[in-house]
């Protein structure tokens, strides 16, 4: 398990099991939340790391803070194959993780989550790889794929994954945004607005944001999974805050 993830997943529990006796009065709790968001909340104009005080008074501050909004997004399909899942099951999960991510259409989501959740409940020699998705469009042809929109998901190679939108997803070990900047190059992350960060800083940023329920339910999910799972729940995570806190700009 990523070390982020285990840091946050460990941390919510005891938080609310250790806290819940200490009410804060509402102007405290205003004061912190502000002071908070100045410190850590920001991304950083270069990229140094944060405090790991400033990280660890973040992660336990989400739990009690429930101002913080929860996130209205909502999926239906297992964000982690099965353990003996077929080839479909799996490219399809990562395709409906993807159209999550950037934040397809409503219909275009539902088309691959019901055919994921159909091809992942088949063994391999039960499996026939899907040829059309139900609105007619081609879903693979060879080992390449289509999103029902009719734009390439997977080319044959298997190292690049596209979004929805066409932009770059995945090529070999790195992830990007669907507005196109680097999510992940090696072993360092980014903001979506391009600035440097670290893996715990991006997660703890992202679920202040989306509310700790949220990134509690989608971060147990992927504990035990491989890596990909788990860099896609936190480009999910980390997509999703980048939105809807431009959306909260907005006037």
Avoid at 168 to 193: E, F, L, M, R
Wanted: aromatic share 8%; net charge neutral; proline share 6%.
């Amino acid at each position: 398990m990523k070390p982020a993830i285990r840091t946050l997943i460990s941390v919510m529990p005891l938080r609310v099991r250790h806290g819940k006796n200490k009410p804060v009065s509402n102007n405290r709790r205003k004061t912190d939340s502000i002071n908070l968001k100045v410190s850590c909340l920001l991304p950083p104009a270069s990229c140094l790391l944060p405090s790991a005080f400033c990280l660890l008074t973040l992660v336990l501050s989400l739990v009690s803070n429930k101002a913080l909004a929860n996130t209205d997004i909502q999926s239906s399909s297992s964000l982690t194959p099965p353990s003996e899942a077929t080839e479909d099951c799996i490219d399809l999960t990562l395709m409906a993780g993807l159209a999550r991510i950037a934040g397809a259409s409503p219909n275009l989501i539902n088309l691959v989550e019901t055919q994921q959740l159909d091809d992942c409940q088949i063994s391999e020699e039960e499996a026939k790889s899907l040829v059309r998705w139900s609105n007619g469009e081609s879903a693979k042809i060879g080992r390449v794929w289509y999103y029902p929109n009719g734009l390439t998901a997977k080319y044959w190679s298997g190292s690049v994954w596209h979004y929805p939108n066409g932009k770059t997803a995945i090529s070999k070990s790195n992830w990007y945004y669907p507005n196109g900047q680097t999510a992940k190059y090696g072993s360092g992350w980014h903001y979506p607005d391009g600035n440097c960060s670290s893996e715990d800083d991006l997660l703890s940023w992202a679920c202040s944001i989306l509310g700790e329920e949220h990134c509690e339910t989608v971060l147990s999910q992927v504990a035990d999974a491989d890596d990909l799972w788990q860099e896609m729940a936190i480009m999910e995570l980390t997509w999703h805050a980048y939105v809807k806190s431009n959306s909260q700009r907005r006037p």
